[in-house]
């Protein structure tokens, strides 16, 4: 039997007054993941232990299976996976965004969404002005990039630039845990300021102010880490061969550590218009040969990020019908069985414009697994399904199980 599993990364939310005090999944037309519902088994998995930050590296840890007390080094360095940076003995990396920021305040994590192309020639000029020595900036995607700082101090409180959207950044600042970390944020900290003397006048940026769009005039530092030990899917629970299709370094980073092929799929941006059709495709065909596909679709956190809640209801939309509805038709006429999995990784309300550690809605359609009695797939719907509230490796461990 093969696996895939659909995440919709941040698509669990809370009621909305605006959709009449639904949230998006149940305001959603989403007859494909509903089918899959009446079909399987559904529940609900806590995807962020106690003492985690609900950050997506966490989550989709945790959806994998994983142990965070044991293998969690923070986000940089699965990013860095993805990007073929190899971390040295005793480098610290750290993911870095490109911010807007607004007078005091932080104004989006996004620097307006900027484009991959327009954000290479800010690291670009980044590593000449403010890098060398020490520190590095790494190229990735859109806003999302990274920087190593060799001989850093792991023992920093970095705040994630999308928990603090509109508020003053200044209190956010790199803070030490440790005296012995004190130089690291003190680094950190001063290139952070330094971003923001010498970004606002480069070419990039005054393009986008004359065009009405955020500039991106600032970094912003978090989730810093050592390489992490982790296990291969193949040594953890057996799984012989498998793929990752996302357009988040983060996520193709862990499918590095857990040992799958990492899929590129053009046109896949991680916002509303990416490539669902690609995705599909994609996934389909790496199944053909493969026995675990992991295909991540970003599109609903972003939505969740912006406080767009008509946006997030389309992109809903858009992942049950162009992705799990073609993937569905696709796999039906196949000889070979197919286990399906739908969750989001974490909930990523509207009203709060960030990842929360609620647990998640989740549906397993496995051929020889008796259904339950739920028939649609939302967030309040599945807590009445067979499987409960799972912990830890369990709902990994239920998945992949050969009937």
């Excluded at 919709?8 to 959603?28: F, H, N, R, S, V």
């Excluded at 930050?53 to 945790?62: K, Q």
């Excluded at 989730?223 to 990752?244: C, D, H, I, N, W």
């Excluded at 218009?273 to 972003?302: C, M, P, W």
Aim: glycine letters at 10%; one cysteine or more; a negative charge.
């Amino acid at each position: 039997m093969k696996h895939l599993i659909i995440l919709g990364d941040g698509m669990a939310d809370e009621p909305i007054d605006m959709l009449g005090g639904l949230t998006p999944l149940q305001y959603a037309r989403t007859p494909h993941m509903d089918h899959l519902a009446r079909r399987g088994v559904t529940g609900r998995l806590q995807t962020v232990p106690d003492g985690f930050h609900p950050g997506s590296e966490v989550a989709n840890l945790a959806v994998l299976g994983y142990d965070l007390h044991r293998v969690y080094e923070g986000r940089g360095v699965l990013e860095a996976a993805s990007m073929g940076v190899a971390l040295r003995e005793g480098e610290l990396a750290l993911r870095c965004n490109l911010v807007c920021i607004d007078g005091d305040r932080m104004k989006n994590h996004s620097a307006g969404h900027i484009t991959s192309e327009e954000a290479v020639e800010l690291i670009a000029f980044l590593n000449d002005a403010a890098g060398g020595g020490a520190v590095r900036f790494h190229a990735g995607v859109s806003y999302r990039h990274l920087l190593t700082v060799a001989g850093g101090d792991r023992r920093l409180d970095c705040t994630p630039p999308h928990d603090i959207p509109m508020q003053p950044f200044r209190p956010s600042l790199v803070k030490a845990t440790h005296p012995g970390a004190a130089p690291t944020a003190d680094g950190l900290n001063r290139l952070i300021m330094r971003a923001q003397e010498i970004l606002p006048g480069h070419p990039v940026n005054r393009r986008r102010a004359a065009e009405g769009k955020d500039p991106a005039n600032s970094i912003w530092p978090w989730s810093p880490g050592f390489r992490p030990a982790m296990q291969t899917l193949r040594e953890a629970y057996g799984v012989r061969s498998g793929a990752v299709i996302s357009a988040v370094d983060l996520i193709r980073g862990i499918g590095v550590y857990a040992g799958l092929d990492v899929i590129e799929v053009d046109g896949a941006t991680g916002l509303y218009d990416t490539n669902y059709e690609g995705k599909a495709q994609a996934a389909i065909e790496a199944l053909q040969t493969r026995d675990f596909v992991y295909l991540h679709i970003e599109a609903s956190d972003e939505a969740g990020h912006e406080d767009d809640a008509r946006l997030k209801v389309r992109t809903v939309e858009d992942l049950d019908r162009r992705i799990v509805g073609p993937v569905c038709d696709a796999l039906r006429a196949w000889d070979e069985p197919v286990a399906i999995a739908v969750l989001p990784d974490h909930p990523t309300p509207c009203a709060v414009r960030t990842h929360t550690a609620d647990a998640v809605p989740f549906l397993i359609c496995r051929p020889g697994l008796e259904p339950d009695a739920v028939d649609r797939y939302d967030e309040f719907s599945v807590a009445k399904g067979r499987f409960g509230l799972l912990h830890g490796s369990a709902f990994i461990r239920e998945f992949l199980k050969q009937e």
